[in-house]
Nanobody, 122 residues
């Protein structure tokens, strides 16, 4: 497993942008697929985006497709999520997670960060 620490959340106006970062500890980061999930109050955790260990393959939830970009820099053990045109429904706690292979299923991810709060004002 790897230890994950997210950052970059905060209060953003609707229509704005933000970039979340997730730094992983350990020398095996480059062997993991990475994902971002989010959870709004009273709702279940949902998939947002994922990226393969090479960075070549990516997957996105329909709700963020076209306005979000997941990327990674294995040299600094970091995965990013850039989100544009933010909507109030994008608000929630965003979690970074690591898996052995790229997936949209939370059950496939065995290491999770503590999360970073994103609030979108309308």
């Amino acid at each position: 497993q790897v230890q994950l620490v997210e950052s970059g959340g905060g209060l953003v106006q609707a229509g704005g942008s933000l970039r979340l970062s997730c730094v992983a500890s350990g020398r095996t980061f480059s062997s993991y697929a990475m994902g971002w999930f989010r959870q709004a109050p009273g709702k279940e955790r949902e998939f947002v985006a994922a990226i393969s260990w090479t960075g070549v393959r990516t997957r996105y939830a329909n709700s963020v497709q076209g306005r979000s970009t997941i990327s990674r820099d294995n040299a600094v053990n970091t995965v990013y999520l850039r989100m544009n045109s933010l909507k109030p429904e994008d608000a929630g706690v965003y979690y970074c997670a690591a898996a052995r292979a790229i997936s949209t299923d939370a059950a496939a991810f065995d290491s999770w960060g503590q999360g970073t709060q994103v609030t979108v004002s309308s």
